[in-house]
């Protein structure tokens, strides 16, 4: 059995992510989303699917890029998810 390192459950069926260099312990998705995924810089929300980058920073979706950064908004526009 494994720990989570999220919850602390200690559970059969936990699961390793390496990412980065690194191994992390999960026992649901849930605890490795609030682990590692990234909160938009705009409303905070996790980023869980495609997200945009923009000049390091994160966002769920383009409208919360154009709002943080109207100034940006023709590279919003252009810009590949992550």
Do not use: W
């Amino acid at each position: 059995m494994a720990t989570c390192e999220v919850c602390g459950n200690d559970y059969a069926m936990a699961f390793e992510v390496h990412a980065q260099g690194d191994v992390h312990t999960f026992d649901s998705f849930e605890c490795a989303i609030t682990r590692m995924a990234p909160i938009c810089e705009h409303c905070k929300c996790r980023i869980v699917g495609h997200g945009v980058e923009v000049g390091g920073r994160f966002y769920c979706c383009a409208h919360c890029a154009r709002a943080s950064e109207p100034e940006r908004a023709r590279l919003i526009q252009d810009a590949a998810p992550v």
